[in-house]
Every structure is written in C-alpha cells, then in structure tokens.
C-alpha cells in the first residue's frame, strides 16, 4: 500500500494544475446540486416492523392519510382570579385567532373557544389554538417561525399570558452558521502556531473546506431523492471538517519532515503520501467501517446517517492523499518557517521540531518511570467521570430550551390539562368486528394505572377499524407512561380476528428508544472486537490491542458519564448553554461510540506505531515509549485540540439534537487524546515491558500492515526528474 501511495502522492504533484481542477469542478458541481435538486429533510423517526410503525400504515390505509403539516400550539392562560372564556379574555383569543390565520404560511388556526370542538381545560383558566402549516416542520422557512413567534411576544406583553411550543418551532440543523466558523477559526490558530506558517495553515485548512464541502453539498443533493434525517448533513459537515483538517495535517507535517531532511518538494510530497497517508488511509477506513457498521443493527435511519457519514470520510481521506500533494507542490518550502526555509538542505535536524519537544520528552519520561502511579491516577480519573452513565436514561421526545416560550406553553398544558395530553397514545383495532371489540379494549384500558382519559372508539368509514385515544396521566418521558404502552400491550389481546396495535409519537418513541437501547451492546461489542483485530494486525502484539481496547472503553465511559451529568443532571449546562435538560437522545449513544470508536483508533495507530518502530529498530521497551511518544506525540496534540474545537463549536450554537452529540464527541476526544494516549497507554506499555510486543507463535502468520511506510523509508524510491521541455525526446 506504501508503494502504491507513493507513486499516487508523485503523480498528483506532479499533475498538480490538473488535480486542482477536478476537485475545485468537484464542488463546483455538487454544490449546483445542492441548489437545485435538494429536498426536505425529516424530523421523525421509526422503524419499519415495529409495532408502532406497523399501525401508522395501517391507519392510513384505514382512515385515509391522517398526517398533516407542522403544527404549532399557541396556548392562552388568563390572569390570576380570572377564566379564559370571560368575555373580555374571550375577545382576545378571537381576535388574536384570526391574526395568527393570516401570518405567513399558515394555512389555518383553529378557535379554541369553539363550542363545536372547543380546546379550554377543566377549570377554564387556559385554552390553546392549534395553528397548521401546508408543508412538514423541516419546509417552514425561519420568517413564517419568527412571524408567529413576534406575534406571541407581543399579545403576551398584555394581560393574558401567550405562549406557543410545536414541531414547526424548532430550530432546524443549518450548514454554515457560527458553529462552523468558530471551529474553523480555532483551527487556523492551533495549525498557525503548530507549523510556524501561516500558507502552511491555511492550505490544510483550505483542503479540508474542500473535501467538507463536497461531501455536505452532495448529502444535501440527495435530500431530492430520499428522505434523510435532518441531522445527517449537519452531523457529516462536523465530523468531516474534524478529520479533514487533522488528517492532512498528518500529511503536510510528514512532508516538512521529508522537506528538512534535504529532499526536493516532489520527493518530499510522495514520501508524505507513503508514509503519513498510509496510516491516513487506514485510519480513515476504520471510521468508514465503524461508521458503515451501523448497517448491523438494522435501523434504516440510523444506516443513512452511518453512510453519509463514512462517504464525507472517504472523501476526507481521498483529498488528502490527492489534493493536498497538489497543493504542496504549489507551495513547496514555504510550507516551512522562515528561518528553516533559508537554511540549506539537509542542514536542519528533521526530528528537532519547535519548543515542546523538550517538554514532550521530559512528560515521556515521568509517565514511563512513574508508571503505575500514572496509570492508577488516569483510570481513576476517568472512572470517576463515568459514573453517571450508569443512570443514564433516553427518549426521543424532543425538549424545550429552558425559559423559552416553548417550555412556558409545556407547563401551562401540563398543569392545566396534564402532562398526556400533548402526547396522547392510538390504540388501533384493525379487522372483522373491530368496533365491537375496540368498545371492550376501551373500557379495559381506562382502568389501567396511569390512564388519566379513555375516548370513545371511533369506527373507519367500513368498520374495518376503529381508533381509541389515550391520554395519560403522566407525560412521554416519564417511566409510567413507558409502563402503560407495555400494560395495553401486554392486557388487550385479539380478538375474533380484529389486531390491537399501539401508535402514536409517544409508543413510537419508546419503541425506537428500546430498539436503540438494544443494539448499543452489539453495537460496542462488534467495534471493540474490530479494534481488536486490527491493532493486533497493525502492531502484531496482543497486549498493546487490549491496551488500547481498554482505553477506548474508558474513553466511552467518561464521554457518555460527561454528557449525562450536563445534559441530563443539568451541571453546569448553562456554561454549555445546553438549553434543556433530561434524558439523552436516544440516537445520539450508538453515533458517539462508532464516531469515537475511529477516532480513538486514529490516535492509538499514530501514537503507538511510532513506538512501535522504535523498537524494531533496536531501541529498549521504556526508550522506545519515550522516542515514539517524543516523535508523535506533537501531531496528536495538535490534531486531538482542533478536532475538540471543532466539536465543542457547536454545543452553544447547534442544533438542539446535534448539542449533546457534539458536547459527547468534544470530551470524549480530549480524555482520549489527553488522559488516554497520553498518560494511560504509555504507562501500561511500559509496565508491560517487552511483553508489550509479544505475538504467539501460533498467529505469527498473519499479514504485517506497513501503516507507516517503514519499507519506503529502508529503501526509499528512485524518482525520475519531471519531464522537461529541454530532456523531450525530438523526432529526426
């Protein structure tokens, strides 16, 4: 793979204009498909032969399509001592009805004081307007939510309180905001200070723009042919963005190596492709493979967000062994500092890099002699992290950022109406006789614990099927009405061939809840056997795979710890501007272990191949830590700190579902690269001594994987000069 790598890394320095080209057409022509065949993306999710999912299909074959678009719920509280349906209140809510009919792309707003369907609590002290939009929440453009919102502010500034909450409210998962400048920002200034060269910085910087943006523009082209989540695009734009800056980092820090060592640009750029992209190459197929290995669990949504996802890392990974080469060759010795760059070839020590080195090696030494203490203090650093995920909890209700409007209009309907009426159960019964056992199913399910209303059943057209709607006592996230959806399941059977299915958002989040829940140990068990497999391939070592397999489970344990504590305990969540607190996204644990997964990986590969090399040249098992870590340990540093900017860019500005991935991914990448690799694998490597790099007889024929081009360096390449006008070959 080195050999090929290498003649690929000459080739595209040498074709330079030509390669430039086709990546800047490349996103030329994706991102006119991205402005002109993109599509909605969607904001629900389910699972196709569950339950839940199973009766929407039915109902609507039954009932006829009973989806509608987004919908908002304006809700109005009087004042104190007062009714809703006073006369002067009820003025209001008329009046302020009909203006919310004529905002913006609303399609219609319903009377809440309607004597044919009115909308007012027991006690009528509140009522609520159910305002409905033509298209899905994704397609309600940011003037129509902030014409209904200034609408809201402005009656709630008068005696009745206004407040509104609802599915069209959301703030939906932009490409391009404050996140991703902030990050990029904070990049350019860790890549400015790691190479000393401002053009250095900015072509790695530039190169992962490009291969970022040819991935999300292409995600978002194919919006207009498939339905994906909202999240995918802007989940593929962080993760891509985090790679592509640090794998070409990798790339150009080996070819300023190459540079200092005397070689000529185009000889330097292919080595880099050899050496640094091979390990670049199989880093980045981890990822793929830890990404596209949410495939296994059967899941269709969560299958296109592993994809897409993998498909940004591959072209992470193309762009950079292809253009970034390219654009070195452009650049040439300017990649260097100033002052390296003036010195004459070969002069400067390629292994004496700028202040820190002295540091690294020193930090080096003290963990490998303080070893057991080292280690002790990491593992229970991070085993204290960790200790909240063991009451994490999940769901995939969507929650309201504390003291928004949305939270103030939760709180009047649940202490006016309950907290089950904004997510009421559908009992479904479907075939011959339903309406007649669907009346015995609703008398059965009323006195179940936890069920605050029973409604009537209500027959189809045919009797073919007849619907019954539950309203709990206590409210989505809650383990009581999880309880309920089991109880009904569990109490009403069928019956004279008519099917009792349970629906609605609530069964519906609880059973892709449960399903996620249950797949997050095969999940981890099939990356951490991956992981595994390939270090033991990669080092040819048993001990440094459970090394590294351990750290990586530590790494897990204290990201998902972290998150638990801020995004469902509420520490500290204002200083992260979490928003809301509770349970966690019930996606978000199996994404932050396959993304973690290849990242951990990443570092382990760089870090320890380093040592590895060390000691097949001869250096002692401690020295070898000590040289590879000195060697190492800078690139992983600076790649560990843009990839935790990046992250963490989007926890105060991102999307409310991106929030704890992001916060996850943030921590869960600098106790890896801090704690982990840097403390934690060095001092278990060096009380682990030369057993560190045992591999039994009996596995000795496995393939050795050359991930850092040693072979390339034993024997370095010819490289023919470039074909010039003067050495052409003239006809006779």
Do not use: C
Request: net charge negative; charged share 15%.
């Amino acid at each position: 793979m080195a050999t090929l790598l290498h003649r690929l890394g000459l080739a595209s320095v040498r074709h330079r204009l030509l390669v430039t080209i086709a990546w800047l057409v490349a996103l030329v022509a994706v991102g006119v498909g991205a402005g002109t065949l993109s599509g909605a993306t969607a904001n629900t999710f389910s699972i196709p032969g569950q339950e839940s999912t199973t009766a929407l299909s039915l109902m609507e074959e039954r009932f006829g399509d009973t989806s509608s678009g987004a919908t908002v719920q304006v809700v109005f509280q009087a004042p104190d001592g007062q009714k809703i349906t006073d006369p002067v209140n009820a003025a209001q809510v008329t009046e302020l009805v009909g203006t919310l009919g004529k905002l913006p792309g609303v399609a219609g707003a319903s009377n809440p004081l309607d004597p044919q369907a009115p909308t007012v609590s027991q006690d009528q002290v509140a009522a609520y307007s159910s305002v409905t939009y033509p298209v899905q929440p994704s397609e309600v453009t940011e003037e129509q939510r902030e014409a209904i919102l200034d609408l809201v502010e402005q009656a709630g500034s008068g005696a009745l309180t206004v407040e509104a909450r609802g599915e069209a409210l959301s703030n939906p998962a932009d490409i391009g905001g404050a996140s991703e400048i902030l990050g990029v920002v904070v990049a350019l200034i860790v890549l400015a200070l790691t190479y000393g060269s401002l053009v250095a910085a900015g072509m790695n910087l530039l190169t992962a723009i490009v291969g970022v943006g040819i991935g999300a523009a292409g995600i978002v082209t194919l919006t207009g042919f498939m339905d994906l989540q909202s999240t995918t695009p802007i989940l593929a734009v962080m993760l891509g963005l985090a790679v592509g800056i640090d794998y070409a980092l990798f790339i150009v820090t080996r070819f300023r190596h190459e540079l200092r060592r005397g070689l000529s640009v185009e000889a330097a750029a292919a080595m880099s492709v050899g050496t640094a992209g091979a390990a670049v190459v199989t880093a980045g197929l981890t990822v793929v493979i830890a990404l596209a290995g949410l495939s296994v669990v059967g899941i269709p949504f969560l299958s296109e967000m592993g994809i897409a996802a993998a498909a940004t890392i591959v072209i992470a990974v193309l762009v950079a062994i292809t253009l970034v080469p390219a654009i070195l060759g452009w650049i040439g010795a300017r990649a260097l500092p100033r002052k390296q760059r003036q010195a004459e070839p070969g002069s400067v020590d390629p292994d004496v890099l700028p202040d820190g080195r002295g540091f690294i090696k020193g930090w080096a030494r003290m963990v490998t002699e303080q070893r057991w203490l080292s280690l002790i203090v990491a593992v229970a650093l991070l085993g204290v992290i960790a200790i909240p995920f063991f009451s994490m909890k999940t769901t995939l209700a969507q929650r309201a950022a504390e003291g928004s409007t949305q939270a103030y209009a939760q709180e009047i309907m649940d202490a006016r109406f309950g907290p089950g009426v904004s997510s009421p159960l559908l009992i479904l019964v479907d075939g011959p006789n339903s309406a007649a056992h669907a009346t015995e199913v609703q008398k059965q399910v009323a006195g179940l614990p936890d069920v605050a209303m029973a409604l009537p059943a209500t027959p189809n057209p045919d009797g073919s099927a007849a619907l019954i709607t539950i309203i709990p006592a206590s409210g989505p996230e809650d383990e009581k009405t999880v309880d309920l959806v089991h109880a009904i399941r569990d109490q009403t059977a069928d019956a004279d061939g008519a099917e009792v299915y349970v629906t609605g958002s609530t069964a519906i989040s609880i059973d892709v809840s449960q399903k996620l829940n249950d797949a997050l140990p095969v999940y981890l068990a099939l990356v951490v056997g991956l992981a595994f497999v390939l270090l033991v391939l990669v080092f040819r070592s048993l001990m440094v795979p459970v090394v590294g397999v351990l750290g990586f489970l530590l790494t897990i344990g204290a990201a998902f710890g972290a998150t638990v504590a801020v995004f469902q305990w509420g520490w500290a969540a204002d200083a992260v501007n979490a928003g809301s607190t509770g349970p966690i996204l019930s996606l978000a644990p199996i994404i932050i272990v396959g993304i973690l997964f290849g990242l951990a990986m990443d570092y382990q590969v760089f870090l320890v191949s380093r040592m590895h090399e060390a000691h097949a040249h001869g250096a002692g098992p401690k020295e070898a830590i000590v040289t590879g870590f000195r060697q190492a340990a800078p690139v992983v540093i600076a790649a560990a700190t843009i990839m935790f900017a990046v992250f963490a860019a989007f926890v105060p500005e991102g999307n409310d579902t991106i929030k704890p991935i992001a916060f996850a991914l943030a921590v869960g990448i600098a106790f890896d690269a801090f704690i982990v690799r840097m403390i934690a694998v060095p001092a278990a490597l060096a009380l682990l001594g030369r057993a560190a790099w045992w591999l039994p007889s009996w596995l000795r024929w496995l393939p050795e994987l050359d991930v850092e081009g040693a072979a390339l360096e034993r024997k370095p390449p010819v490289i023919d000069p470039e074909p010039t006008r003067d050495t052409l070959p003239t006809s006779a």
